[in-house]
């Protein structure tokens, strides 16, 4: 089945930087979400996108609907501890039916002491 | 309260046995799924139910065989257990069957085979 290509595939970065990732899929979505999963537990939504070019913020997390509804992007800005974890895009075609979720391959995050 | 439940939340067992999964959610959404991730991290859907009934198959063995008695509840039977069969296994529910609002995950069962 599809996956989307999420880059990077990991990061190691400092407390306090940004970070920004992105999902890319050779094929058109209408719904784009992301996901965090913490050590242990289960992926838990943090954005939905619905429409391209549409830019959504959560806090210090923004994320952006690609133009071309081929791709969408993740920006955590100023980065902190329990910022830890792997972040996954989520995508589906249609907007609405019984159609499942496509998710992305995910991107590691680990912060630096 | 928990929105979607996973029991047992760790899972042991030998090569060659069956073994059992449980999930309820008290969201009243009306479809739920299973996925497995693998060591990578891959999340790979496996099934889905939508008010009791088989909306979603992917290709996994017929060793597995989902279950679900009431909108709330999806099981997960495994028989003939094998080394590969070791994952994080996820249910997961959404209302309505469309994933346009997200699904809300358990927390998993981490199943090792030895």
């Known amino acids: 089945g599809q996956q989307l290509n999420q880059s990077p595939q990991s990061m190691f970065i400092q407390e306090g930087e940004d970070v920004s990732m992105n999902c890319t899929s050779s094929s058109i979505f209408n719904t784009w979400l992301w996901y965090k999963q913490d050590p242990g537990e289960g992926p838990v939504l943090l954005i939905a996108?619905?429409?391209?070019?549409e830019l959504t913020s959560n806090g210090r997390l923004t994320a952006q609907f690609g133009i071309t509804r081929k791709d969408s992007f993740l920006n955590i800005s100023a980065s902190i501890p329990s910022d830890v974890g792997i972040y996954f895009c989520a995508g589906q075609r249609s907007n609405f039916g019984n159609e499942k979720l496509t998710f992305g391959t995910g991107t590691r995050l680990t912060i630096i002491p | 309260d928990t929105a979607v439940s996973q029991t047992p939340k760790y899972l042991v067992t030998q090569m060659g046995n069956d073994k059992s999964i449980k999930c309820e959610q008290n969201?009243?959404?009306?479809?739920m799924y299973w996925y497995k991730q693998d060591s990578k991290k891959f999340l790979k859907i496996m099934f889905s139910y939508n008010n009791k009934e088989l909306i979603i198959n992917e290709t996994v063995p017929n060793r597995f065989s989902p279950k679900s008695p009431d909108k709330a509840h999806l099981n997960l039977h495994i028989n003939s257990l094998e080394l590969g069969d070791s994952a994080v296994y996820f249910c997961?529910?959404?209302?309505?069957?469309?994933?346009?609002?997200?699904?809300?995950f358990g927390s998993g069962t981490r199943l090792t085979v030895v």
């Open positions: 996108l619905y429409k391209a070019g």
């Open positions: 997961a529910s959404s209302p309505r069957g469309t994933g346009i609002y997200g699904y809300t």
């Open positions: 969201l009243g959404h009306d479809t």
